[in-house]
């Protein structure tokens, strides 16, 4: 039963108790707001942007630490996820995972100006895959998420596929934003207020 790391696994201690655990984390870090962003390393200021954006003061927040120093928390209120091109495809998972923890009331989608997806077509990598891997990718991954051609397109289509996601709770709201590369500027292409009217 017992493994080598199992003392670093909450639900392998003790007397664990699954709903007293739930609502220890949901005021260990009192994260809110999600932003979804490429792992591009020209992008790495996103998270910043939108704080300042949303007028998120608390950004990047500190750990906090217990008597023994121990890192049982955080003061920030907004969590990363980066992934290719910023898709929300790679991010439902995380959102729900967020949501079960914390509660989640703003979700932000951010693709960025010159963006590596924005480079190629779908077909043109499931062409690649074959050609070079001897591998057929052509149903592996929703053909709409796997490149940008247009961001209008790209943010709307993210903003429906998290609204659309049963994993994603129905009353947060989800941002579209546009983000320039060069500049930092953000610009906001689609507002989906969720059924507490958004913030
Ligand atoms: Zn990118």
Same mark, same amino acid.
């Given at each position: ?60 927040? !500190? ?6 120093? %121990?890192?049982? $928390?955080? /003061?920030?209120?907004? +969590?990363?996820?980066? &992934?290719? *091109? ?18 989640? !009331? ?6 960025? %100006?010159?963006? $590596?997806? /924005?480079?190629?077509? +779908?077909?043109?990598? &499931?062409? *690649? ?26 943010? %709307? ?43």
């Amino acid at each position: 039963m017992n493994s080598k790391f199992s003392e670093f696994v909450f639900s392998a201690h003790d007397g664990f108790n699954e709903p007293a655990m739930r609502e220890a984390f949901s005021h260990a870090v009192p994260i809110k707001t999600i932003v979804i962003y490429c792992l591009d390393p020209r992008v790495t200021e996103i998270p910043a942007a939108v704080a300042r954006f949303l007028g998120d003061e608390t950004y990047p927040g !500190e750990v906090l630490t217990d008597e023994s120093g %121990s890192r049982i $928390g955080s /003061t920030t209120t907004l +969590a990363t996820v980066a &992934v290719a *091109a910023g898709r929300a495809v790679d991010a439902v998972r995380s959102v729900s995972v967020l949501q079960h923890l914390f509660g989640i !009331e703003t979700i932000v989608v951010v693709h960025h %100006s010159n963006c $590596g997806a /924005t480079s190629y077509s +779908a077909e043109g990598m &499931v062409e *690649a895959f074959r050609h070079e891997h001897g591998a057929d990718i052509s149903h592996a991954y929703d053909h709409e998420s796997m490149c940008i051609t247009d961001f209008e397109d790209s943010l %709307s289509y993210d903003v429906t596929l998290l609204r659309k996601s049963p994993g994603v709770p129905q009353s947060a709201s989800i941002l579209g934003l546009f983000y320039n590369t060069d500049t930092g500027e953000l610009t906001e292409v689609v507002r989906d207020e969720g059924t507490y009217g958004g913030k």
